[in-house]
């Protein structure tokens, strides 16, 4: 009975990661932004929330290119704690 069960959940655990090296190879490879990065953007997808801090923080943009590839560009940003009222 404990070898049907330890047979059990070793044939799941390989279905679960199956499943999640499905989803990680559908999700695009972040790339790192520099000023010389040549952007092509027919559409943002998601933006990252940028927290209310007084200092540069990373940020995250997924997008669509005008060949319709998705892209993750991952860039520093200045948080909004530094607005004057």
């Known amino acids: 009975m404990k070898a049907l069960l330890i047979l059990a959940l070793v044939g799941m655990s390989s279905f679960a990661l199956a499943d999640e090296a499905k989803i990680a190879s559908s999700q695009p490879a972040v790339e790192q932004y520099d000023y ?3 952007l092509d953007i ?6 990252s929330t940028i927290p209310n801090v007084c200092d540069v923080v990373p940020a995250t943009m997924t997008y669509e290119d005008h060949q319709g590839q998705v892209h993750t ?3 520093r940003a200045m948080g909004e704690g530094c ?3």
């Open 42 to 47: 027919k559409r943002v997808i998601s933006l």
């Open 73 to 75: 560009l991952q860039y």
């Open 36 to 38: 010389s990065t040549n």
């Open 83 to 85: 607005r004057l009222n």
